[in-house]
């Protein structure tokens, strides 16, 4: 929730900075004027460009870009192109000179762009307006007001502007055509002040003798007449009157000279700075100007000095106050233009706000839902949890009453045990039983040692489990502890020829351990190890430490069997059996081969693959420092003794012998058994048992069951379900498949007496299903009335030919084989040289095969059965045809018909010609 409002609040927040930005900024002026001024160095040039700024106020629209030429007029002409460059809508030009700037201004009108020329004129007709003074009728006004003031008779000095100026020559020909009316009055001398004082000094330094001697001087501007009456004040020349132009209301300006009286009269020239900015916004907006804009003119004495200046004080005055309200404008209007930025703002905040508001509306009802959906999902988790906790504690306590009643069966279990093996011990010592008893006691007390030890596991995995059973650790030397412990399973090692040994190759390695608990680790391991090594295999026990290690570890390798995958990953587990796998243990010895290592603080790792062998790696610590003060036993027993109670973890080698071989082996018996099952005791004890009835052949696993069911074609089949490799019912499936083997009757034998694996033993055709433990006088009833069934059904096949393929104890490869052979005789009856040999090859089985088959369902010889459906057929022509009876011998197989008349007499009581005459009179009458 809080990402997706942090992602809306990111958002929000840039939106309001954009925003903010874009209000920050003001209006950009729309158009770009471009002002060339020839020169700003003077107060009447200054004073034009503070008109345009005021004026430019009224038109925010407007940008002024300003150049200043500084009389120069190349700089003016560069000045004008950068004016282009940065894309002026309209020029404003006031020429240095009138020629060199000409080509320029036209230039830029060519291009489109509006030009107004302001006071000084260019040479070229290419502009849009031209605003300025009538300089032509300030001459004639000056030259009037001289002849006034002189009474039309004087000598008069002119100075003028710069000469290519157009000011300069128009304010010359205005003053000369006025005098021409005043023969009086004369020009003595003429100097050039180019404008500014400088120049105007140096030129009345030249002229110096013709100014002493003059009335009047005219000078084009006020800066220059003000220029020559300092130097005539500086020369003494007092007598002269001085007359100017521009009349600018600064100090030291023309008005302020006048009213000095430093100059006679000024004569008005105005600036048009007002003019031009109008002028341009009227162009830029369209609007038509005028071509020419003449402003006007007038002389300033001191007849008119005061009230000039009073007016011009008035005037400053108001362009004061104007600039005072255009400043608060200003003001205001930044301000304006603050409060609505602001207002932008806090619209956008308030924007921001709200939809932030909808936001968080929604999720804060999502997160409401999703709220009541975890606490819905939570109260369901934690009845599940109450369930579980529940169940758990049920289970706990069946899991503990399970073990409880496990450990008090086992308890029981010891008394009972312990009071047959200690007769049987007795009896075992006994000399008076024959051979075949004390077999019988031997495996009885082997047995019965085996329970023990298994009931003994069970009870010590549940007092390791359980906490109760006590360590005693001291240190012990390894190596002579290992070979006590291999002395015990040196006799198995001898008689299977392994390779069985110690390889260590640090001299007395020591560990800290418990003997009397670690002992049945080993023995474990080492029992687990020779149970599922073959004769000439390995089993090599190796001892290191490696240096600065704190563990001992012990390696026990074979080469035997090996597990599976499955077997391996569950290797350690309480009770765990893979079904048809060979490794196939009770369970519990690994779990507590496991749990004693654990409580030594040691650990145990299992590798192994199938056929490749197993490797069990134990570690034993070094030191005592993982145990606690009570489970140390200072002082170590020196010698170990084997505990005689683990003496029944070594078991002798599985070579089936027969226990009881009541049978002399010449005794030829009707039937023949073949046993299937892995437990050599159980095993052997059958093959012993039922040896005196039976020919016994026997099997450890269904492999080699089957090799001797395919060799030897018992009658009847004896199999355990439970078999290491392929199971029962495999090994039954095969046998019901093959045409050799398919008739031979199956009893199937298993601990697992579950209605389930009787049916799947059923299903499979099994003849019949018993469970272990088995009465042994039932199982000899069992496979006697099989036999007799078999021997019945025998019976039934040779009396009714035309049903035996209907019988329903028949499996189908049976009545397939009957259906087979009957064909192939039927089919060669004629044929004289049919041999057994082909019937053999036509069904693809062996001689003894096809005999015992034919014998099995047939209960007849095969010869016998192809003669008599050769006499049966005879009998057929005899009686349906009119052959002689030496063709009929022929058509039905004999090779002469001296020899059928032989068999028929023999099969027949009477020769064919009389069994033909007989029934032929028995018709006739
Ligand atoms: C100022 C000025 C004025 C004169 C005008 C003529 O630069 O010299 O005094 O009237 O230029 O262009």
Not at 174 to 190: H, K, M, N
Not at 750 to 755: D, G, I, K, P, R
């Amino acid at each position: 929730m809080s990402t997706t409002l942090t992602r809306y609040m990111y958002v929000c927040c840039l939106l309001l900075i954009l925003f903010s930005i874009g209000c920050r900024q003001e209006k950009a002026p729309k158009y770009r004027i471009g002002f060339s001024q020839c020169t700003g160095n003077d107060d009447w040039r200054r004073n034009m460009l503070v008109e345009m700024k005021r004026q430019l106020f009224y038109h925010p629209e407007m940008q002024l870009l300003y150049k200043d030429a500084e009389d120069d007029s190349k700089r003016q002409i560069s000045q004008i192109q950068q004016l282009l460059a940065e894309k002026i809508d309209i020029l404003l030009v006031s020429p240095n000179e009138a020629q060199p700037l000409a080509p320029v201004i036209a230039e830029v009108y060519r291009r489109g762009i509006p030009v107004i020329i302001l006071d000084r004129k260019a040479a070229t007709d290419s502009f849009t307006a031209y605003i300025g003074g009538d300089n032509y009728n300030i001459g004639k006004l000056a030259a009037k007001y001289i002849a006034g003031q002189l009474g039309g008779k004087g000598r008069i000095i002119e100075v003028t502007g710069l000469p290519g100026s157009s000011p300069t020559i128009e304010r010359h020909q205005g003053f000369r055509d006025e005098l021409v009316q005043y023969p009086g009055l004369q020009i003595t001398a003429s100097l050039e002040g180019n404008w500014v004082p400088g120049k105007t000094r140096e030129a009345a330094i030249r002229q110096e003798a013709t100014i002493r001697q003059a009335d009047v001087v005219f000078a084009q501007n006020d800066v220059m007449a003000y220029s020559l009456f300092r130097y005539c004040e500086e020369k003494g020349i007092s007598h002269l009157k001085f007359i100017g132009v521009d009349a600018s209301p600064t100090s030291d300006g023309g008005i302020d000279l006048v009213s000095r009286g430093i100059l006679s009269a000024s004569l008005l020239y105005p600036g048009g700075g007002k003019e031009a900015i109008n002028m341009a916004a009227d162009i830029l907006a369209g609007k038509k100007a005028p071509r020419y804009t003449r402003l006007q003119t007038v002389l300033i004495d001191s007849s008119n000095v005061k009230l000039m200046r009073l007016q011009i004080d008035k005037i400053q005055e108001q362009h004061q106050e104007i600039e005072g309200q255009q400043s608060v404008l200003q003001e205001q209007r930044r301000l304006y233009q603050d409060q609505q930025h602001l207002l932008r703002i806090v619209a956008t905040i308030l924007g921001v706000a709200f939809l932030l508001g909808i936001v968080l509306f929604f999720i804060l009802r999502t997160n409401r839902r999703i709220n009541r959906q975890l606490k819905q999902q939570r109260d369901e988790i934690l009845q599940q949890r109450d369930q579980l906790v529940e169940m758990t504690a049920k289970a706990q306590e069946a899991t503990e009453a399970k073990f409880a009643f496990f450990t008090n069966l086992s308890h029981e279990f010891r008394t009972p045990l312990t009071l047959i093996q200690a007769p049987l011990e007795s009896l075992l010592d006994d000399r008076q039983f024959s051979s075949i008893q004390k077999q019988q006691l031997d495996l009885m007390h082997r047995n019965v040692v085996r329970l023990m030890r298994l009931v003994n596991q069970l009870l010590e995995f549940r007092r390791i489990e359980s906490g109760k059973l006590p360590l005693k650790v001291s240190e012990h030397e390894l190596p002579a502890f290992i070979t006590d412990i291999m002395e015990a399973f040196k006799g198995v090692a001898v008689k299977k020829h392994i390779d069985f040994r110690l390889i260590s190759r640090q001299p007395g390695i020591k560990a800290w351990f418990d003997q009397h608990l670690f002992d049945r680790v080993l023995y474990n391991l080492l029992s687990n190890a020779f149970r599922f090594t073959t004769d000439y295999g390995k089993v090599h026990i190796y001892l290191e430490k490696p240096e600065n290690s704190q563990e001992t570890t012990i390696r026990i390798e074979d080469d035997g069997a090996g597990m599976d995958k499955t077997t391996l990953a569950h290797a350690f587990e309480l009770f765990y059996q893979n079904r048809g796998s060979e490794h196939k243990g009770t369970g519990i010895g690994l779990a507590l081969t496991r749990e004693i290592i654990a409580l030594h603080h040691g650990t145990i790792r299992v590798q192994s693959s199938k056929d490749t062998g197993t490797t069990f790696t134990i570690t034993l610590p070094c030191s005592s420092d993982p145990f606690t003060p009570e489970e140390i036993c200072q002082e170590a027993e020196s010698v170990h003794i084997i505990n005689h109670a683990i003496q029944g973890y070594v078991e002798e080698p599985k070579h089936i012998i027969p226990v009881t071989p009541t049978s002399s082996p010449a005794k030829e018996h009707k039937y023949s058994l073949l046993i299937i099952e892995d437990h050599p005791d159980l095993n052997s004890f059958l093959a012993g048992h039922l040896g005196g009835q039976y020919e016994v052949f026997h099997a450890g696993n269904g492999a080699e069951g089957l090799q001797l069911a395919f060799q030897h074609i018992p009658d009847l089949i004896l199999c355990d379900i439970m078999l290491p490799g392929m199971n029962g019912i495999q090994v039954l499936e095969t046998l019901k498949k093959d045409i050799r083997t398919s008739h031979i009757p199956v009893i199937l034998l298993s601990a697992n007496n579950s209605e389930e694996q009787r049916i799947k033993g059923m299903q499979h055709n099994a003849d019949a299903y018993i469970s272990k433990p088995f009465n042994l006088a039932y199982l000899g009833e069992s496979i006697a009335s099989t036999l007799n069934n078999r021997a019945l059904l025998k019976t039934h096949y040779i009396a009714e030919p035309e049903t035996r393929m209907h019988t329903s104890r028949s499996n189908k490869p049976d009545r397939k084989f009957v259906n087979d052979f009957t064909a192939v005789v039927a089919e060669n009856l004629g044929n004289d040289q049919l041999s057994v040999e082909d019937i053999c090859q036509h069904l693809s089985i062996s001689r003894v095969q096809l005999y015992r088959k034919v014998k099995q369902l047939l209960d007849c010889n095969v010869n016998d059965y192809i003669l008599d459906a050769r006499v049966k057929k005879a009998r057929y022509l005899l009686l349906n045809s009119s052959l002689p009876v030496a063709e009929i011998a022929y058509a039905c197989g004999f090779s002469s018909p001296a020899y059928f008349s032989t068999v028929f007499k023999a099969r027949s009581q009477q020769t064919p010609k009389s069994f033909r005459e007989q029934v032929n009179k028995r018709t006739d009458g």
